[in-house]
């Protein structure tokens, strides 16, 4: 249908974008699987508040990849908190050290004498700088009025269309805001209305913390423009250097004809009398990427910004969310996930309020808990989608199958709303952050958390979101040439614990038991490859995988020595954030050849060498000397207590439950352990989850879930996912409990969206397991807690997708097709069953519960 005019004059009409069905329901549909056409209704994908945010973590995020707000739905008072990827302080930074080679060989020989102690004081003289800092946009403040009395009160964010609907009643009059955050056209859009003409009112205004200052034009726009700080906070950097600008404007487009606006105090905007009213933001900063200083930069955000706004204001608001959606839901309709109890579980009828009256007596459940419990309770309006916060608290009791399909799509969800190709990559909030002086400077950590932001991206079925990762490895690879060559005089390309948006390489400032740290570069190289090894893109591989993985290989190659021991050795070497008692009774954390560091070798060498036989490049020289190294290096130890060994040396181990699982590494996300090539070694994996314990933050919650899917243990798996889904209090958090916020955000505490990733990852790996040559269906399925159930559009390797139905705790039917232009051999596993198949490009294999081929068809 067509209309006219610009995003607020729809006149009622609503556009409907019709497009295809996803190609994993249409796959299921060609089948005769049950249709997912009423699963919207029947099964809502929604986080919903029965009342406006308290803290950060009640409030409902909304992104674009770049531009991203949280809602806090105030009925009085309406705070949208803004942020954008590029706003960061600083700018390009010296990432090397020409004192380092001399300190590295002081602590090389300490490493070599056995003092380890005298070895970890030394590394400090090899940290570098901190990064630098991200930081807010700023706020829409809107504010209707004080003492307003309100019934029926709602906020919830859809899943299915990415949007937050706020609706509540003030006497006879019905209130509705929808909020969405616009990847076609890069804008935040509200739409705030009534369902009687004349009563929207309210006034408006924006604000930041950061330096600016703000101005309204007689077009009902206000103007904010302003920049970051050219240096950290309390830096006391001499020089005061320029930041990054930015520029933000606010449009209202208002309906009615009774409806004015005013200006107040220059700088907020009062609208009385309208029918409707749409706000659209859009902001644009003066980031020119990685190595162009903020000063230098030619790019105008105000120019910027007006010209996003321009193409915006010509759409119409339903035309804005027919692009919206069509865009979103491109990706998110990919993969579906329904579990199930089966017919014959019966919910109690009062176990939330059992739940409530016992955990009243339990220290462990907060009065936070009870408080927004009680709030909600009286405000369910059915139990499909009552307020989250009560399915949080209850799930203890109820585990709630359709809570866990939430939470699996939320990750989906935030992963597309923070990651776009062309953005920033996802940072340690996402993008999503209200503090100048955020936790860990919100800064992305390649030790865990950068990587595991980034799990969910191929298995669920996601990879452009990956995108931002790729570039930004490639800024890595070119500061971490000169930190390589200057500080290790090293080839290749390395990076170390933690970076940000200038893509630093150098070792993080303090204490050398996170901050050296080398493998962080090798670990993001891994990604490539798996990147090809999901999709068997051979232009990625050519292009962009294989020379950035080449130039880690070669600094890792250079990077190893041949030490006083019989294998080549890594020196020094940490395990990350962890230390040791080393034999004189001391602490340390710096020795050699940790059990991570050889992993991620191994995997960066075998890599290399695989996509050099694929491309024709086997015979050069930094294949030939991979080649050469891979047999002499170290490999992974039993510890006398039978757990895999962390260190060269069965060192004692001062905080046996640390939240770090890196020794794990070769099980998952790396290749070089598996049941069936390493039994002995994945006996010892386990014994190692023993002893660590199921506690500590959500993303060592998640990380444990995926190894103990790739254990094949899925009562283990299961109870990790009951380790999670615990409420937080934000006032009285803990930290490295773990849990969710009433918004479902993952803590560490405090929030760090990284779980939020793992969680799908892991809840794939449950269902989905693969290498080159395998393929497992349901290799930890928790049979008894979700004995029906069906998922749609996960990826495998091999550019194989997978629908998988189960019934009454066994495979009922799977369907696996490759659209990647390559045929493929594999082998098929379902618990002891093994068939080898054959898949053809571009058809349809559909296998029953004894993996025999019952049909295949186009696709």
Same mark, same amino acid.
């Given at each position: ?565 019989? *294998? ?23 020795? *050699? ?251 349809? *294999? ?14």
């Amino acid at each position: 249908m067509d209309s006219d005019g610009d995003c607020g004059s729809d006149a009622g009409a609503e556009w409907v974008w019709v497009r295809r069905p996803p190609e994993a329901e249409a796959v299921a549909a060609a089948a005769g699987w049950p249709a997912a056409a009423g699963d919207e209704e029947a099964r809502p994908l929604k986080v919903v508040f029965a009342s406006p945010a308290r803290y950060f973590t009640d409030a409902a995020p909304i992104g674009n990849g770049r531009l991203g707000a949280m809602v806090w739905g105030g009925v009085e008072s309406e705070r949208l908190q803004l942020n954008h990827d590029t706003l960061w302080t600083g700018g390009p930074g010296n990432y090397t050290n020409p004192k380092a080679p001399a300190v590295l060989s002081k602590v090389r020989s300490l490493v070599d004498n056995g003092k380890y102690p005298e070895a970890t004081a030394a590394a400090y003289d090899l940290s570098g700088d901190q990064t630098q800092v991200y930081q807010p946009l700023g706020d829409i403040d809107l504010i209707f009025g004080k003492h307003i009395k309100h019934t029926n009160y709602k906020r919830e964010l859809d899943l299915h269309t990415a949007t937050v609907n706020v609706a509540y009643t003030v006497g006879d009059v019905v209130y509705s805001r929808e909020h969405f955050s616009s990847n076609s056209h890069q804008v935040i859009a509200t739409k705030i209305s009534a369902n009687k003409p004349g009563n929207v009112s309210f006034s408006v205004s924006l604000t930041t913390p950061l330096d600016h200052k703000i101005r309204i034009t007689d077009a009902n726009e206000i103007i904010m423009e302003g920049s970051c700080p050219g240096e950290r906070p309390h830096n006391n950097a001499s020089d005061h250097p320029i930041g990054i600008k930015f520029c933000a404007i606010l449009y209202l487009q208002t309906n009615g004809a009774n409806s004015r606006v005013e200006v107040l105090k220059d700088k907020m905007l009062k609208l009385d009398g309208a029918d409707s009213v749409v706000l659209l933001l859009a902001a644009a900063t003066s980031f020119e990427g990685p190595f162009v200083k903020p000063s230098r930069s030619k790019l105008h955000p105000m120019a910027s910004a007006f010209t996003t706004l321009g193409v915006a204001r010509s759409m119409s608001y339903s035309q804005l969310k027919a692009y919206h959606m069509d865009d979103y839901q491109s990706l998110f309709q990919r993969v579906s996930l329904q579990l199930s109890r089966g017919s014959n579980y019966q919910l109690g009828e009062n176990r939330l309020g059992q739940s409530a009256q016992a955990g009243s007596q339990d220290a462990t459940v907060s009065d936070y808990a009870f408080r927004i419990a009680d709030c909600t309770r009286s405000a369910v309006l059915n139990d499909s989608v009552k307020p989250t916060v009560d399915r949080i608290i209850s799930f203890k009791d109820n585990e709630d199958p359709s809570l866990v399909e939430l939470l699996f799509q939320f990750g989906r969800y935030l992963l597309i709303s923070c990651s776009r190709p062309g953005t920033q990559i996802s940072n340690l909030q996402g993008i999503w952050s209200n503090d100048p002086s955020p936790p860990w400077d919100a800064a992305p950590h390649p030790n865990i958390n950068l990587q595991m932001n980034y799990w969910p991206a191929l298995s669920c079925n996601l990879s452009e979101c990956q995108e931002p990762l790729f570039d930004f490895i490639g800024s890595l690879s070119v500061n971490g040439a000169k930190t390589a060559k200057v500080n290790y005089e090293a080839g290749g390309w390395v990076s170390h614990q933690v970076t940000d948006l200038w893509a630093k390489t150098s070792p993080d400032a303090g204490d050398p038991v996170w901050a050296l740290w080398p493998m962080g570069g090798p670990w993001l190289a891994t990604h490539l490859w798996e990147h090809y090894s999901f999709t068997l893109d051979k232009q990625f591989l050519e292009k962009t995988a294989y020379p950035l993985l080449e130039g880690s290989a070669s600094f890792l190659l250079d990077w190893l020595i041949e030490g006083h021991r019989e *294998y080549l050795e890594t020196n020094p070497s940490t395990s990350p954030e962890h230390y040791f008692i080393a034999p004189d009774g001391k602490k340390a954390c710096v020795n *050699y050849s940790t059990t991570m560091d050889m992993s991620i070798i191994r995997e960066v060498f075998s890599a290399v060498v695989l996509a050099a036989d694929i491309l024709g490049k086997s015979d050069t020289n930094v294949v030939q000397r991979i080649k050469k190294a891979l047999p002499n290096l170290p490999p992974v130890k039993v510890a006398r207590d039978g757990t895999i060994m962390e260190w060269a040396q069965d060192f004692q181990d001062p905080e046996v439950h640390h939240r770090h699982v890196s020794h794990l590494f070769g099980l998952y996300p790396g290749h070089t352990m598996s049941l069936e090539q390493t039994p002995d070694l994945c006996k010892a994996v386990a014994n190692s989850l023993y002893k660590r314990g199921d506690e500590g933050p959500g993303w060592s919650t998640s990380w444990k879930m995926a190894l103990w899917a790739h254990l094949h243990n899925s009562g283990h798996a299961y109870k990790m996912i009951l380790q999670l889904i615990t409420l937080v209090d934000p006032k009285h958090e803990v930290s490295r409990e773990g849990g969710l916020y009433s918004n479902l955000f993952t803590a560490h505490p405090p929030f760090q969206i990284d779980a939020n990733f793992g969680f799908p990852a892991a809840l794939s790996e449950m269902l989905v397991q693969s290498t080159g040559t395998d393929l497992y269906l349901l290799p930890a399925l928790p049979r008894n807690k979700w004995p029906h159930g069906c998922v749609k559009g996960l990826k495998a390797r091999g550019g194989v997708t997978v629908n998988i139905s189960w019934k009454e705790g066994s495979l009922h039917e799977a369907l696996l097709w490759s659209g990647s232009g390559q045929d493929s051999i594999a082998r098929l596993h379902y618990e002891n069953q093994t068939a080898t198949i054959s898949l053809s490009s571009g058809q349809v *294999y559909r296998f029953s519960r004894d993996l025999k081929c019952l049909k295949t068809w186009p696709l």
